[in-house]
């Protein structure tokens, strides 16, 4: 029974990551995304390329992607200590979607959604060093890492949800690999190791 439930989480996960948000905004004005800026079908593109208060909307229902599949998965009785897993296929479909030309970008905003609704309160945590971090070293590597470690920090010492921080810690991995990709760090570490 369990493993039905999850399996159902986990499709409708890559169901909701699948829909291209940035792609059906930008057709909404007459735009094709695939075409302008950067051709990602993602937030950023239609924030830079196509309008800003769209691209405001688009990053919105990306978050929603993430989170909506978590939430349905811990309705329909998985456990919470698997439910990050709905939000993980959610960030899948949205890097490889059913359309693959309409895959969008790093997922940060799915994957935002998704830790949200995984672990609610350890993410406070997050966001009230994240942000600053943000701002003072205008880097979001560096905002990723230290929001990161707040996220551990106030997961496991402050709040005690242990289950829920580790499936949020997972996501949060996995946008950070995504955008720090294996090669590069083998390519610097390379390059310590010949100095």
Same mark, same amino acid.
């Given at each position: 029974?369990?493993?039905?439930?999850?399996?159902?989480?986990? /499709?409708?996960? =890559?169901?909701?990551?699948?829909?291209?948000?940035?792609?059906? @905004?930008?057709?909404?004005?007459?735009?094709?995304?695939?075409?302008? *800026?950067? !051709?990602?079908?993602?937030?950023?593109? +239609?924030?830079?390329?196509?309008?800003? $208060?769209?691209?405001?909307? +688009?990053?919105?229902?990306?978050?929603?992607?993430?989170?909506?599949?978590?939430? /349905?998965?811990?309705? /329909?009785?998985?456990?919470?200590?698997?439910? #990050?897993?709905?939000?993980?296929? @959610?960030?899948?479909?949205?890097?490889?979607?059913?359309?693959?030309?309409?895959?969008? !970008? *790093?997922?940060?905003?799915?994957? %935002? !959604?998704?830790?949200?609704?995984?672990?609610?309160?350890?993410?406070?945590? @997050?966001?009230?060093?994240? #942000?600053?971090?943000?701002?003072?070293?205008? %880097?979001?590597?560096? @905002?990723? =890492?230290?929001?990161?470690?707040?996220?551990?920090?106030?997961? =496991?010492? +402050?709040?005690?949800?242990?289950?829920?921080?580790?499936?949020?810690?997972?996501?949060?991995?996995?946008?950070?690999? $995504?955008? $720090?990709?294996?090669?590069?760090?083998?390519?610097?570490?390379?390059?310590?190791?010949?100095?």
């Amino acid at each position: 029974m369990l493993s039905e439930q999850l399996a159902a989480a986990m /499709i409708i996960g =890559y169901l909701s990551g699948s829909i291209p948000f940035a792609w059906l @905004a930008a057709r909404s004005v007459g735009v094709n995304i695939l075409l302008v *800026g950067s !051709g990602n079908p993602g937030t950023a593109n +239609v924030f830079c390329a196509v309008d800003k $208060r769209l691209g405001v909307l +688009v990053f919105l229902a990306d978050v929603m992607k993430g989170a909506v599949p978590v939430v /349905i998965a811990l309705a /329909i009785g998985v456990p919470k200590e698997l439910a #990050f897993l709905a939000g993980a296929a @959610a960030i899948a479909g949205h890097w490889r979607p059913v359309v693959p030309r309409l895959g969008g !970008g *790093g997922g940060l905003a799915a994957a %935002s !959604g998704a830790v949200v609704a995984t672990a609610p309160l350890p993410v406070f945590g @997050a966001l009230a060093f994240g #942000f600053p971090a943000l701002a003072i070293f205008k %880097s979001s590597g560096h @905002a990723a =890492y230290i929001g990161m470690s707040a996220l551990l920090i106030s997961g =496991y010492a +402050v709040f005690m949800e242990w289950e829920t921080t580790t499936g949020a810690l997972v996501l949060a991995v996995l946008i950070v690999a $995504r955008h $720090r990709p294996v090669e590069t760090i083998t390519r610097r570490l390379g390059k310590s190791s010949a100095t």
